[in-house]
């Protein structure tokens, strides 16, 4: 039996406020690190890096702790914790910011333990790409670097985000994030154009439609599974990106399919609740039934986008 992987994951830890068609929520877990922290847990060890106040409530730390995800790396910091707000419209086709408080999170500087400097997996969610830049340099000879991006990033930062790129095993981003860097509106283009900048896989999410997984020499349209009913996809890119990561941290010969298929299956449980508690009550046997209801659906061909 191959021995499951350790996940070095940095990102934002945050609490959430919500206004959705099906409900509102005020200053619920969120951030990426804990989505994708929650969701990796499913399957391997997470050693999760962050930064939070003095105001982070007592559950977020006992929600870690129930899943065994290990905290010394998580700084606290006198000070707010971040807190984002968002409201989604009638049918979540868009979305508004309503608040952005950085709190402790504006002067956040990953210090890592050096023994987890060693981890075999490392995650760098969308935080600023500095900050992934300065996790990368210190953990460059991890087997995978898994990095995420957000609009944000590629607008203000794009030879930054390049960077980033260029050090990645593999980069995770959706498709207007993927338009927006490499000025294509067409998929395969465009994960071309990511490809030449360096990593050998990336995956393209595109909602509802599904992703594509794009290697250097072919790529594969993957189906999502049909939610009947939505109500916070807030998560759904970091709880993809930790069943990802999750399957890849199984050992033996990476299944990047396979690995696309779990984190299509956990987001599809992800974005049926208000913030990560569906996360909390899914079971693997749960998943296992909706990977192969997603790869039933599958249309295997290069050209299936164009």
Same mark, same amino acid.
């Not at 997984?213 to 998560?235: H, Q, Y």
């Given at each position: ?18 206004q ?5 929520r ?15 847990? $499913? ?10 106040? +003095?105001?982070? !409530?007592? =559950?977020?730390? @006992? /929600? ?17 914790t971040?807190?984002w707000?968002?409201?989604y ?9 309503l608040f ?36 990368a ?22 030879d930054?985000?390049g ?8 980069f995770? $981003? ?10 294509? +509106?067409d998929? !395969?283009? =465009?994960?071309? @154009? /990511?490809?030449?900048?360096?990593p ?13 997984l ?30 990802f ?8 010969k ?36 909706r990977i ?15």
């Amino acid at each position: 039996m191959q021995e499951i992987k350790t996940i070095l994951a940095v990102g934002s830890i945050a609490l959430d406020t919500l206004q959705t068609p099906n409900g509102n929520r005020e200053n619920i877990l969120g951030g990426s690190a804990t989505y994708f922290s929650l969701a990796a847990s $499913l399957f391997a060890p997470v050693k999760l890096v962050g930064v939070v106040g +003095n105001d982070y !409530p007592e =559950a977020g730390w @006992q /929600l870690f702790k129930s899943r065994n995800i290990n905290t010394d790396n998580v700084q606290i910091v006198d000070g707010n914790t971040f807190r984002w707000g968002g409201k989604y419209n009638h049918d979540y086709s868009s979305r508004d910011t309503l608040f952005t408080e950085l709190g402790v999170f504006e002067s956040f500087s990953p210090i890592i333990r050096d023994d987890d400097l060693q981890s075999p997996l490392v995650f760098l969610g969308n935080i600023q790409p500095d900050l992934q830049m300065d996790v990368a340099r210190l953990t460059i000879s991890a087997e995978y670097i898994v990095s995420d991006t957000m609009n944000l990033w590629i607008d203000m930062s794009p030879d930054k985000v390049g960077e980033v790129l260029a050090i990645s095993s593999v980069f995770l $981003l959706n498709h207007e994030e993927a338009f927006q860097f490499t000025g294509t +509106n067409d998929i !395969p283009d =465009a994960a071309n @154009q /990511l490809h030449a900048a360096g990593p050998d896989i990336v995956v393209i999410k595109m909602g509802a439609d599904g992703s594509y997984l794009s290697f250097k020499d072919g790529a594969l349209f993957v189906p999502v599974f049909p939610v009947e009913k939505v109500i916070d996809p807030t998560g759904a890119g970091d709880s993809f990106a930790g069943g990802f990561m999750g399957c890849l941290a199984q050992g033996g010969k990476p299944d990047f399919l396979e690995a696309v298929l779990t984190g299509s299956a956990v987001a599809s449980y992800s974005v049926e609740n208000f913030g990560p508690e569906s996360l909390l009550s899914v079971t693997r046997k749960d998943l296992e039934g909706r990977i192969a209801a997603i790869r039933g659906r599958m249309l295997v061909k290069d050209d299936a986008l164009k």
